[in-house]
């Protein structure tokens, strides 16, 4: 008995799309409108065999929509010889992809297309030339909308309406009003919790043990209570809520912007550039709460804490483990050690009993990184005897320090010049040669040899890697440009340390306006002797080696 595979009787392929942007308001572009209109075109032209794609809700700037991607199925089995759309928008968008689609995928599987408004066959050539342009004409407006749409977005955000994703812990939406904020009950009592704990001086990483002894969960969905996650509050989680001028009944404009208007990567807003709007929903924590919780945020880093020793830490921010490259911390003598120089009998001043250590060494141990301690004595002696010496120089233009100086500069911004133009080069390079990988994999995949989900993978990623070049590009340009600023940047140092040479002490203010950072090493024992190398780098000038 012979045995006929069974023959598969195509079908026309009545594809309909409705995104948020489109409006629900607009009957014309409805599904229900779109369907009517697609059915009796299809009918009027004996295609009597037809099924509906829909996809409702969906942009038209990517292709990843359910219906569409399952319709491509179908195209691929054999299943669809002819795809109708109301109009080229609705396929899609995006001008690159639906030329794609229009002009090589649906060919290459003799799929006929039509888009009835827009008088468009593919079986009438002429028709098809102008395609591409109604296409770009379709992207441009997509834009055009995008654009209008996050204006209505900052519009509605700058009158303190909350737009954004689920309601931040301690609060809830409003029913009567979903951008409205509401205090919730049951959470809100954590959040003043946090606020209090910070205000006692407590640490994120403090206040985040204190609630997961105290069993308070993350989130008030009770259903998560079996996730390992329920009681996991992080620094970083707390950090964010401390931060948050939500919690005093204010609201933030806008924390990210889009880099692009399809980037799917966002540039963060510096804090002190944040838009608030006061008093647009009701407060859990008072103003002048929030405010004495970032004064302790903004200092917390320079004061040491630990064993009522009340030394304040003059080099927050500026120490650098000069093996791993990370911060060093504050670290206190344990309690019990006597407070009496043994060699002087003399009570030991707080400086005394502090010292800085790796925080990676502490973090993780010795596999990891080395210790790095120093005394905050020995330090704090070092880079006032550095400081003192710099500025007599400068005050008594010792051996032509200005002269010095500049040469010096001069040889190093040599060096880093060559540098940044080698890498300038190397990335302009790369930047035309992704220029000619993406014709070659457009052509690929015009040939079948690159999938159309690997050919949209590739070309974001290679997309991404040029757009990264060229921001690193222009970085280097800016580099280089400030080279011109060199003889400025010599009399601002001088002008500034000039001020020091008759100091006898150091405090928070000379520190920060002198040192960009402070490089320190591991010691090391030479000829017996145990070294240990500090780099002072200062600001303007970098390093002052003889």
Known sequence: MNRTKKQINPITALYCRLSMEDGRDNESMSITNQKAMLKDYAEKNGMLDHAFYVDDGYTGRNFNRPSFQRMIADIEAGKVNCVITKDLSRLGRNYIESGSYIEIFFPRHGVRYIAISDGVDSLNKQEMDITPFRNILNDMFSRDISKKVLAGRMARSRQGKFGGGPAPYGYMRDAADNGHLIIDAETAPTVKLIFDLALDGCGTMRIAKQLLERKIPITRCRTAKTDVNYYSWSGSVISKMLRNPLYYGAHVVCKTHQKAIRSNTYNFVPR???????????????????DQVQ????????????????FYNLFHGLLQCETCGKSLQSRYEKVGRTGVNRTTKEERQPIDKAYYICQTYNRLGKDTCTSHKIEARDLYNLVLEDIRQHADKVLNDTEGFYTKLARKLEKQHTADEGTLKKEFATLTARVQEIDKLFMSLYE??????????????????LEQEQNDGKERMQDIMEELSLADDMGKDIRLFIDEIGQYAAITELDEVIVHRLIHKVVVGEKQVVDGEKIQRVRIVYNFVGELVE
Request: overall charge negative; some cysteine; glycine content about 6%.
């Open 272 to 290: 002190d550039e944040w838009e608030v709007i006061e008093n647009c929903h009701e407060a859990i924590i008072t103003k002048e709460h929030f």
């Open 444 to 461: 690929d995949k015009a040939k079948g040899i690159l999938t159309e989900q690997r050919f949209v993978m590739m070309t974001k990623q």
């Open 295 to 310: 004064k302790i945020k903004d200092q917390r880093p320079g004061i040491m804490q630990g064993n009522n020793c009340p």
